[in-house]
């Protein structure tokens, strides 16, 4: 990657992992007041802690380490940024990180404390809202330098495919493009001008449907970069090749036409919203499971394949011939491992009537954080192994590479208690969101005690990871020693088939995302409107 856009990818990580350190400290204040063993001090409020702990996390973490992994993805497989390209990106990223900090100003002063969902009826103050709309906007102009820069790429390279990496990084980021106009209607037309008092009341059915229109597609804006590591760079890392280029491309258009219609599936016990179009949304939900099933086969194919080009023999040979020992493979993997229970809890999720049974209770939060806060984050760990000295012009030591090996057995311990105690403990009723409380000694709320406790032992141990991870992260980016690492990027098996060009052909299959979104939202949306109560009033928790 050319001098100059290692940059531009190095000030997002930086962001990302400052949000990594402060919101992991939050996500331990939080466990620990809910085993009921500790009090935040000076009347900090539990939700200023759970809104610091998912912004930073859930929202700034990921679109900074996502948009910084794509420039650099993009620049290593299709050459440098044009300058314009890279003023834009410069210009989106100090437009993120300006929003952040205003955000962030507002949610630790205590006037924003609406969690990471930010719901209508609770209402933040308005800078609160005008933070959030900047960083969308920024990561707008960033998205807008990739799409330049692929434009240009395209006219130079007429009738040929774009290397995998750039496709996929584009495909992200029409994926978040299409899926942030949601939100961005929702905070712009209805929360700004309410938190402002311009207007009395907001529609919040209206104002959730729009947020869950973005809200669902943003699991995947964050699942797609690990895919990108576990199709086009875990193949090389192991020694190996791409199984197919073409399934790897049609998995990623498969994730841009289903991710979006399927918001409903986070409002299954709303009421307001015909069962019809919640069934319909269903539907498509199984649908966005096919790519990652997809996805599933290719990494077995591609270990196998591996294995057996090493003389493996038998169904499991190949185990053994992997690179155990080397944390770019190793953390990735882990996180692969942990997707398999993660994927099963997600389907549970949208099987309609199971979810009558997890909707609000605590085995949510316990799915999300086996998906991105294992799955998704170990693979960004094991991506910054090599991206961040790639980046930095540096090699990571034997020492590192150990104590990376570590930080993700740690990462596993600490994740396997505490998210296999918040599943549990959903199943027994336990909400999500709510501080300690034994509701009058119920014994029902007595009942989830050790679960609690169990998820402060998880977040203890975790919270070891994340000061493990930052280690790590400084000496490679600050210390390690000077040289050069490779960004790998692995060919495919085969020669790349001609379905990847019928792939590219963005005028359909944008074409095709926007009929989906309109069956799937228009009449439902038309109701809503129509048919809107008066509207709240909101409520301010400050
Ligand atoms: Fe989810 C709620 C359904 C995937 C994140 N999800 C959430 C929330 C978050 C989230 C943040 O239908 C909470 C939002 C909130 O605050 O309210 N989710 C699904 C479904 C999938 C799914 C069907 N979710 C994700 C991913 C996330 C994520 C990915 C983040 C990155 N989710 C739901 C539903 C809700 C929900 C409902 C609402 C619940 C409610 O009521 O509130 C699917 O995409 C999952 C498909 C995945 C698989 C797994 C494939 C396995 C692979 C690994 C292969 C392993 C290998 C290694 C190769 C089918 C690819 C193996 C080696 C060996 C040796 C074994």
Known sequence: VDRRDAKLALAHLAVAFVALALGGFAGLLQTL??????????????????????????????????????????CRTTGALSSSSRRFGWTGFWMMT?????????????????????????????????????????????????FAHYARWRKAHRGEASPLLTFMSVTNMVLWLVCTLGVAATVVFQLIPWSLGLTDRV??????????YFGHPLVYFWLLPAYMVWYAVIPKVIGGKIFSDSLARLAFILFLLFSIPVG???????????????????????????????????????????????????????WRKLPWGDARFFAPFVGMLFFIPAGTGGIIN??????????????????????????VILTFFGASYWLIPHLT???????????????TIVWAVGMTFMSGSMHFAGLLGAPRRSAFSTYGNSPQALEWIPYQIAQAVGGTILFIGIILILVIVINLAFFAPK?????????AAAPQERAALALENWKLWIGLVVALILIAYTVPLIDIIQNAPPGSKGYKLW
Do not use: C, D
């Open 203 to 212: 529609n919040v059915l209206l104002s959730r449907t729009l947020f869950w």
């Open 483 to 491: 040289g050069e690492t490779e960004f790998p990027v692995a060919e």
């Open 98 to 146: 300006i929003g952040t900090a205003m955000s962030a100003f507002f949610i630790l002063t205590g006037q924003a404390a609406v969690l990471y969902t930010f719901y209508a009826p609770l209402q933040a103050h308005a800078g609160f809202y005008i933070g959030l709309t900047l960083v969308v906007v920024g990561s707008w102009v960033s998205g807008f330098a990739m």
């Open 393 to 407: 012009g540096r090699v990571m030591t034997k020492a590192m590479n150990r104590l990376a090996i570590i930080q």
């Open 350 to 375: 949208a099987s309609h009537q199971l979810n009558q049974v997890v909707h609000n209770t605590i085995w949510v939060t316990g799915h999300f954080h086996l998906t991105v806060a294992t799955t």
């Open 264 to 318: 409903f599936h986070h409002q299954l016990l709303e009421p307001g919203i015909s069962p019809f179009w919640k069934y319909v949304q269903v539907v498509l939900t199984f649908m966005v499971i096919i790519p990652s099933l997809m996805t599933a086969f290719a990494m077995f194919a591609t270990f196998e394949s591996y294995g057996r080009a090493q003389g493996a023999t038998g169904l499991f040979g190949w």
């Open 33 to 74: 007041v809910r085993s009921g063993k500790f009090e935040l001090p000076a009347g900090i409020s539990y939700y200023t802690i759970l809104t610091t702990h998912g912004v930073l996390l859930g929202l700034v973490l990921t679109t900074f380490f996502i948009i910084g992994f794509q420039f650099a993805a993009v």
